[in-house]
């Protein structure tokens, strides 16, 4: 495999990879008091020896005081955190890879199942005042330029999945009537835009800013911010214009058309609207369960990558993010390009429970 599309390598801006593989971002509540641990960063070397193109952090909490709902999730912000995230990045760069924390705030969230509460209410469009939206741009930023000093490649926006960056988007959850609200996409993107332009600002021009964006919410997986290819024009021109150079496009299952009338995916619309480098997710070489599926406890098995190959080819996207299956096989990449097919493990949600 190693002639074939998933292992081309790929340049945007300053960001040079070996090939089309990216770790999806994937929360593993492994960091005691939000601090990083060496098993941590042994964990993200191993993606890299096995020969991920791009590494994605599990998402990472910004600097505010509700930012998480879990202690056991890495901060990107406080002395200790960074520190550790200086080894973890070390790591990869040692391993020959590269990598991007997702940075991250939760907004409006149940409590954790642990019971840990942050020291303050949990917050969201509908309750925060102009002051803590401005507040929490800065600390956005703080950490992609953070991301930037410590040595990352690129930087993630978490703006998918109904959380805070998507509670803005999405009219379930943002009722504002000031300039952060409004009845359409447009104008609830606001939000999100001034993170993107408050990134850019401190980044500079030349490091590349990552957003990740869904339809589906946590809280509802039949939602859609954009109806329509014009809504979704509506929604991520704007934020290309703020700053934003590769769309990660988040499905569950990466084959679904995302309008009726022709097979494109998210991925495969985002790139024919804006013309940015795209990155697609959902399913890659798994069979029979979506991740949602897998929290429930079931497997999923080793799939073809045909499907895949058909639209990689076709240029509707870029880059490949693959989630459970590199949770369970840290060599899958290297696994795949030396067609060993027959050593893929699959995804086993025991392993939900270890850093493999
Ligand atoms: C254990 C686990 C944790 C996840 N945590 C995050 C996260 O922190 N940020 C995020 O954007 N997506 C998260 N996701 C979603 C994945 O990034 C990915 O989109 C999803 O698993 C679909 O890819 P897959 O079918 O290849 O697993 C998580 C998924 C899993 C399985």
């Known amino acids: 495999m190693k002639d074939h599309s998933l292992f081309k390598p790929f340049q945007y801006k300053n960001l040079q990879l070996k090939n089309r593989i990216v770790m999806a971002p994937m929360t593993r509540s492994k960091s005691p008091n939000g601090i990083p641990t060496e098993?941590?960063?042994?964990?993200?070397?191993?993606?890299?020896?096995?020969?991920?193109?791009?590494?994605?952090?599990?998402?990472?909490?910004?600097?505010?005081?509700?930012?998480?709902?879990?202690?056991?999730?890495?901060?990107?912000?406080?002395?200790?955190?960074?520190?550790?995230?200086?080894?973890?990045?070390?790591?990869?760069?040692?391993a020959g890879g590269k990598m991007a924390p997702q940075i991250w705030h939760m907004g409006k969230m149940r409590p954790h199942q642990s019971g840990w509460l942050p020291p303050t209410p949990f917050e969201g469009p509908a309750d925060m005042s102009l002051e803590d939206i401005?507040?929490?741009?800065?600390?956005?930023?703080?950490?992609?330029?953070?991301?930037?000093?410590?040595?990352?490649?690129?930087?993630?926006?978490?703006?998918?999945?109904?959380?805070?960056?998507?509670?803005?988007?999405?009219?379930?959850?943002?009722?504002?009537?000031?300039?952060?609200?409004?009845?359409?996409?447009?104008?609830?993107?606001?939000?999100?835009?001034?993170?993107?332009?408050?990134?850019?600002?401190?980044?500079?021009?030349?490091?590349?800013?990552?957003?990740?964006?869904?339809?589906?919410?946590?809280?509802?997986?039949?939602?859609?911010?954009?109806?329509?290819?014009?809504?979704m024009e509506e929604w991520l021109l704007p934020l290309m214009d703020a700053g934003v150079d590769i769309f990660h496009c988040s499905q569950r299952r990466f084959w679904e058309p995302e309008f009726e009338g022709s097979d494109l995916n998210f991925a495969g619309w985002a790139k024919k609207?804006?013309?940015?480098?795209?990155?697609?997710?959902?399913?890659?070489?798994?069979?029979?369960?979506?991740?949602?599926?897998?929290?429930?406890?079931?497997?999923?098995?080793?799939?073809?990558?045909?499907?895949?190959?058909?639209?990689?080819?076709?240029?509707?996207?870029?880059?490949?993010?693959?989630g459970r299956a590199l949770l369970s096989d840290p060599m899958w990449a290297k696994k795949v390009k030396e067609e060993k097919f027959t050593d893929l493990t699959g995804f086993n949600p025991a392993d939900l429970a270890v850093l493999t």
Do not use: C
Not at 64 to 74: G, H, Q
Not at 301 to 319: H, I, M, P, Q, V
């Open 39 to 94: 098993e941590v960063a042994k964990y993200y070397q191993r993606r890299a020896l096995g020969e991920v193109g791009l590494i994605l952090s599990e998402g990472t909490v910004i600097n505010r005081p509700a930012s998480s709902n879990d202690n056991n999730i890495p901060r990107f912000h406080g002395e200790n955190a960074l520190q550790k995230w200086k080894v973890v990045i070390d790591a990869v760069h040692e």
């Open 134 to 231: 401005h507040t929490t741009i800065e600390a956005y930023a703080q950490a992609a330029l953070d991301a930037k000093n410590l040595g990352f490649d690129t930087v993630e926006v978490h703006g998918a999945h109904g959380y805070l960056i998507d509670q803005f988007f999405w009219d379930g959850m943002n009722t504002r009537k000031d300039e952060f609200g409004g009845s359409s996409i447009k104008e609830r993107s606001r939000f999100g835009i001034e993170v993107i332009k408050a990134i850019r600002a401190k980044v500079g021009p030349d490091f590349p800013i990552l957003l990740r964006l869904s339809q589906w919410k946590q809280q509802n997986y039949e939602a859609k911010l954009a109806q329509t290819p014009k809504e």
């Open 273 to 322: 609207i804006t013309g940015k480098p795209t990155i697609t997710v959902g399913s890659v070489g798994l069979t029979n369960a979506d991740f949602i599926q897998s929290f429930k406890g079931q497997s999923a098995e080793a799939g073809s990558l045909e499907e895949l190959t058909r639209r990689l080819d076709r240029g509707d996207f870029d880059l490949v993010a693959v």
